[in-house]
């Protein structure tokens, strides 16, 4: 069974500070996803990284996908209470599964 | 705007009921999901579908059973509800698209049993 540790799982910072939230696996995905998710509401997607090393940035958020494809991070700059919410990493397995594999979640809130 | 629609936000129902949610996408996706998230445990799968009248068991599909006869419609069933199943549900839908499934949520289902 694949699974998905993320850390921490609550980080409560002020607004302005830097922060990383990480996601790490013993298994090896084809792709990583992140997810934001605010209260009553679903998760929405971030972005998507499939190829080991690779770096997307999202305005003020920066993901990676490790060398190995088995644990990813999220790094946010100069952090606003807009940021505030659930992040939530999701790892797709092998070629061709349809199914994700998602952490627990960090709670992130951002205080003004 | 892709969509994916939960019929019901909040629901609440005695143990023991059959409880039917409800899970509607208009993007023409071939894959749905239901999940149920839980206070640190994450998101868990119960079912999923690949295809009209096809499903498959998730992680947690015990006391759970799914239906899917239209390919824009996914229902839940729990056939005896129980206070254990009182959780947030959420529904989604999934596409092929630049490698790799983009899922798609819907806003949820907060059932509680008592």
């Known amino acids: 069974t694949q699974l998905l540790e993320q850390s921490p799982q609550f980080l409560s910072i002020q607004e302005g500070e830097n922060l990383t939230v990480y996601c790490n696996s013993s298994?090896?995905?084809?792709?990583l996803q992140w997810y934001r998710q605010e209260p009553g509401e679903g998760p929405v997607l971030l972005v998507t990284?499939?190829?080991?090393?690779e770096v997307k940035k999202l305005k003020r958020l920066t993901f990676q996908f490790g060398d190995a494809r088995k644990d990813s991070s999220l790094h946010i700059t100069a952090a606003q209470p807009g940021d505030t919410g659930l992040y939530l990493c999701?790892?797709?397995?092998?070629?061709?599964?349809?199914?994700?594999?998602f952490g627990q979640g960090t709670r992130l809130t951002i205080n003004p | 705007d892709v969509k994916v629609t939960q019929s019901s936000r909040y629901l609440v129902k005695r143990t023991g009921e059959k409880v039917f949610l409800e899970c509607v996408q208009d993007?023409?996706?071939?894959?749905m999901f239901w999940y149920r998230q839980d206070p640190g445990l994450g998101l868990r799968l119960i079912y999923f579908?690949?295809?009209?009248?096809?499903?498959e068991k998730g992680d947690i599909p015990e006391g759970y059973s799914v239906s899917r006869e239209k390919k824009e419609r996914f229902s839940l069933i729990l056939e005896s509800a129980s206070t254990n199943q009182t959780s947030m549900y959420l529904c989604?839908?999934?596409?092929?698209?630049?490698?790799?499934?983009?899922?798609?949520f819907g806003s949820g289902t907060r059932l509680t049993v008592v």
């Open positions: 989604a839908s999934s596409l092929w698209v630049g490698g790799t499934y983009g899922y798609t």
């Open positions: 993007m023409d996706h071939e894959n």
């Open positions: 579908s690949y295809d009209v009248k096809m499903k």
């Open positions: 999701a790892g797709r397995g092998g070629q061709g599964a349809q199914k994700l594999v």
């Open positions: 990284v499939v190829t080991g090393g």
């Open positions: 298994s090896v995905f084809s792709s």
